[in-house]
Structure formats: C-alpha cells, structure tokens
C-alpha cells in the first residue's frame, strides 16, 4: 500500500505548491491551466530487492509495481485490497495486440542491447503508452465525475498520431482529432492515419510542419473562450502528446523492464550501472529513462541521440537551446523537431523547481529564438546527459554496420542512436553496457532501410521514370520487371522479402485499405481553431463559415 501519494505540479506555477494536483488530473487536463507542464512533486524510490523481484514477471506486472505508486486511485482496490483497476488495464493495454507476449523485448549482443519498443499495433513505441492512456483518461474522468466527451487533440510527427488513433478509436465517451504535416511523413506513416478507421477519429493534414502543427494544438488548448464554448456543448479537451503526463508514465516501466531482462539473461549483474541511449525528437522517451533513474535504475549515462535537426544536442553541450535554425527533413521524421516540449519538465528540475526562472527561459525562446541555462543548470545538464548527432549519410552508414556487424537490422531512427552511441565510445572509450531504444519497426521506414542495405541502386528516382539496371543480387521480379519504381508499400513487401521475415500485422495490406481522411488545412491558430470547431459543431466567430 502506498502511504503518500504523488502530486504535480505546473513548471509555470507562480503559486508553486499551492496549486497540486494528483495523477489522474494531471492526466485529465494534459496540459496546466497556465501553459506549463505537470511535474511530479516526489518520486517513489525503487531499491535493489525492487529491482529484483522484477526478474520473474510478465511485462504487464512489471509495469504494474513501477506505475502502482504513481496512480494510488486506481492501483488497489479501497474495499477488498486486492488488485485494482489498473491490473486488468494494464493486462489490457499490453494483451495481444502486441506481436511477442514480452511487449517490450531485449535483443542483447556482446557490449549492447536493444530495446524493441515496436511489437504494439502501430509498429513504435508510443504504443507502449497509447495503448495504456485511454483507460487512463477515462479513470480520470470517472474521478471528476465528468460526464463530458473527451475531445483528444494530437499534434504529430508521424509515430504518435497513428499511435494514438488505434489507442482512442471507438473507445466510447472519447473523439480524437489528429494533425500531422502533410508533407513531414512518410507514406507508410500517412497511410496508416488517414486509413484509420472508427467513429470519433479525426485525421488532418496541416500545410506546415512538425512544430507548426504543435503550435496550433497548443493555442487551441489555451484559447479560454473555446474552452468554455466547448463546456457548454459537454465536451472537453485532453491531451494524447507526449506532454501529458499520462503518456510520460508508462514508458518509465520500459526501462525498468529491460535492466531486469538484461540482468536475468547474465549480461549485467544486480545493481550494475548501463547506459541508456534514445534517439530524442520531443525528449519524452528520454525524459522516461531520466526519471527511472532518479527512481533507483542503475544508469550512469543517459545518451541523447539527435538528427540533423540537433538543437539538443547544442543544448546539452553549451547550455544554450537554440531554435533560430534552419529546419531540415531527415529520414528520421519523428525526431524532426526544433522546440522538444518535454524539455520544459527537465529545465524545471535543472533550475530547481523554479516557475520564474522557467517562464523567463521559455519566453526568451518565444520572443529571442532562445534561452541560455544559468551556469549551474548547465553543468548538471552536461554531467547528468551526453549528445551527440547524426548526418544522414552516418545514419545510412549506421544502419548499414548494425546490418553487416550484428545481423540486425534497425529503424533510421534506431540507426541515429546506434551512430551517436558508437561515436560516444570513440570519443569517451567508455564501454559500460549499453541499452540502445530502438523505437519504430524498420519496415515502418522501409525506403532508408532498403538503400542503407541494399544499395541505392535498388532504390526507384523520385519521379519513378528511372530504369538503371538492378543491382547484382537484387531480386528484379520485387522490383517490377527491373524498373527501379517501387512505391514504399512495394518496397515494404521487397524487405519482407529480402530479410525472410513476415510483414507487422499493422503494416500488412496498407496499400490497399480505403483512404478515409482527406481535409487539409493551413497552419497557424484560426485555421486550425476553425477545423476544429467544425468538427465538434460548434458554431464559428461571426462571419466565419463553418
Ligand atoms: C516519437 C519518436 C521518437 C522521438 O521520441 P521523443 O519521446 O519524442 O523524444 C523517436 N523515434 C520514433 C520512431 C518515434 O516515433
């Protein structure tokens, strides 16, 4: 039984710790009523006999020791003691949807593992939280006693919109409205939004990208007059992005989860320190691993691996996060980010638990373009974090030495990590076991992972026109006849092909299922305010035709 229970706070709170709130509030407004972000006030201490009694569960159980201290109201039932609610969510969160009954499985080699974060219905690792989240809202709700819709709203850079619609869809007493950039997906990743099927989902392309379309949520979220227009028609906002809390949480039982498999399979004893490397777009999975280690996991290095779109990086090794940058599409889409909202939450611990110094920084980043970290914030930063990024050739060339050198074959975003980690070994000759986050399926990227391994010469030119001759070893008969013109779902089925391996389930088909989601809207607030108001039927600002 847990005797205190956990409470948040905003990072933008001026009233500090007045204004607590516990989990499943935190979890039902997503986001602060002042536009900061809910962070916990304590965290529980896990010990090494925790860490052990981890070693013969299931996932779901694991899941549920690590997160039972976080979500007292639903984690023990008052009347009976026994297993709560939260024991049949998570056995319903990470049932068989998920590929392997491991959820989350170590694949170890000699010096480094990989955490497979991908077996779930969208084939990345948000669905180790999406899968979790909407029995979570509706606990919360429930606790309110609200009986109003909850209106989803997700902002994505590919992984979560599609995570996040297989979460919600046709859940009752939910709708969810998901905006992704029309052009900053992949096909693959697209296809599977706006194929999605159910009642209450909502799929939007906005003309924009990753950081336009998550400006736009956020000025929805805040807009106090939608808000109370919204009330009056019984429905109210959440959040599905990975600042909400209620998505943070679950991903922290991953890590924990893998240091017992790493430790139950010889490859590091009770108590030994691994590190930890996360390829990091909105610094939520990460942010998880830093938690878990405030918590007791044994990490010594938390290894944060960027693309070309490397403000992190910046930031930990100047202390300066700047955004005045040009912004680049890489072949690691769901890390193309240049302002990681998660950050918020650690800059909050970095300037101790201080709302005004946080406000000053994030308005700075506002109106400059960006901040710069006090001195000691800025070494804790540095000892506590290591950053590194990748080119889109090193990615390649990653991607292409997991291949050659392990057999193994991983996702770009996986490959930027295993770049940054290798070049972490050269640079610091550290060589403490390490867990790699591989965070999507490669056959969720299937056009990066063909050319890294087999040659660009198997790839089609983008106009689908070219006809250079096949490579030697390519099959021609999965290239159309040796036309080198395959569209990524072609070429999905040539990587199944060429690795002998069967397609993920939630990949299987995509080409031909029915295209349900067409709207696309412009960037920016009112655009995005007036979809969002048609599709709720509510009426417009006069003079605005719905
Ligand atoms: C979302 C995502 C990331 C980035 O994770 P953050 O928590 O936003 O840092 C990395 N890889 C994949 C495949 C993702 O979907």
């Known amino acids: 039984m847990v005797s205190q ?57 694991r899941a549920e020791r690590i997160l ?24 319903d969160a990470y049932g068989p949807q998920w590929d392997t009954t491991a959820v989350a499985p170590v694949r170890p080699f000699e010096g ?39 209106v989803v709203l997700v902002a994505t850079s590919g992984d979560t919109g599609k995570a996040a619609l297989a979460g919600f869809a046709d859940v009752p007493g939910t709708r969810i409205i998901v905006f992704y950039p029309k052009d900053g997906v992949s096909q693959i990743q697209e296809r599977q939004m706006t194929t999605q099927t159910g009642s209450n989902v909502h799929v939007i392309g906005v003309r924009g990208n990753f950081d336009d379309a998550q400006a736009g949520v956020k000025a929805i979220f805040t807009d106090e007059g939608l808000r109370q227009e919204l009330e009056q028609a019984g429905k109210e906002f959440s959040s599905a992005n990975s600042i909400n809390w209620g998505r943070l949480v679950p991903q922290i039982a991953y890590y924990f989860s893998a240091y017992a498999d790493l430790v139950a399979t010889g490859r590091v004893r009770l108590g030994e320190p691994i590190n930890v490397v996360v390829p990091s777009g909105n610094f939520g999975n990460i942010l998880a691993a830093h938690y878990a280690r405030r918590m007791g996991l044994p990490v010594a290095r938390l290894i944060c691996a960027s693309n070309l779109n490397h403000v992190l990086t910046d930031f930990i090794r100047t202390g300066i996060y700047d955004r005045r940058r040009e912004f680049h599409r890489t072949s690691s889409p769901s890390m193309d980010i240049l302002i990681s909202s998660n950050v918020e939450r650690l800059l909050y611990e970095l300037v101790d638990g201080d709302p005004a110094v946080v406000r000053r920084l994030l308005g700075s980043l506002v109106e400059e373009g960006y901040y710069e970290l006090p001195d000691a914030a800025r070494s804790r930063l540095a000892e506590e974090f290591w950053g590194a990024f990748a080119t889109e050739a090193e990615t390649g060339a990653a991607l292409a030495w997991a291949f050659r050198e392990l057999g193994y074959v991983v996702d770009p975003h996986t490959a930027v990590a295993v770049h940054v980690y290798r070049q972490y070994v050269a640079e610091t000759g550290d060589r403490t076991y390490a867990l790699i986050a591989a965070t999507a399926s490669p056959f969720k990227f299937t056009r990066t992972v063909v050319e890294a391994l087999f040659g660009p010469e ?12 096949v490579r030697p070893g390519v099959r021609p008969d999965i290239l159309l006849e040796g036309r080198l013109d395959a569209d990524d779902f072609t070429l999905l089925d040539y ?17 031909h299922r029915p295209v349900l989601h067409r709207t696309v809207c412009g960037p920016g607030r009112s655009e995005m305010t007036a979809v969002v108001r048609q599709l709720l039927g509510l009426a417009g600002p006069p003079g605005r035709t719905a």
Do not use: N
């Open 495 to 511: 990587l199944a092909s060429r690795l002998d391996q069967p397609l993920p389930a939630g990949l299987a088909g995509l080409k």
């Open 458 to 469: 198997s790839l089609p030119a983008p106009d689908g026109q070219d006809s250079r001759p």
């Open 5 to 61: 229970s956990i409470h948040y706070v905003s990072t933008r709170d001026l009233r500090g710790f007045e204004d607590t709130v516990d989990s499943l509030t935190a979890i039902r407004r997503g986001i602060a009523p002042d536009g900061g972000l809910y962070v916990p006030t304590s965290l529980p201490r896990f010990d090494r006999d925790f860490l052990a009694s981890l070693l013969p569960l299931g996932y779901a159980e």
């Open 68 to 91: 039972a201290p976080f979500l007292p109201e639903i984690a023990q039932s008052s009347d009976t003691g026994s297993a709560g609610e939260l024991h049949s969510m998570l056995l």
């Open 112 to 150: 480094l593992a990989f955490l497979e974060l991908w077996h779930g219905p969208t084939c990345a690792f948000k669905d180790l939280a999406l899968q979790l989240l909407p029995h979570l809202l509706k606990a919360a709700a429930r606790q309110a006693r609200s009986r109003a819709e909850i």
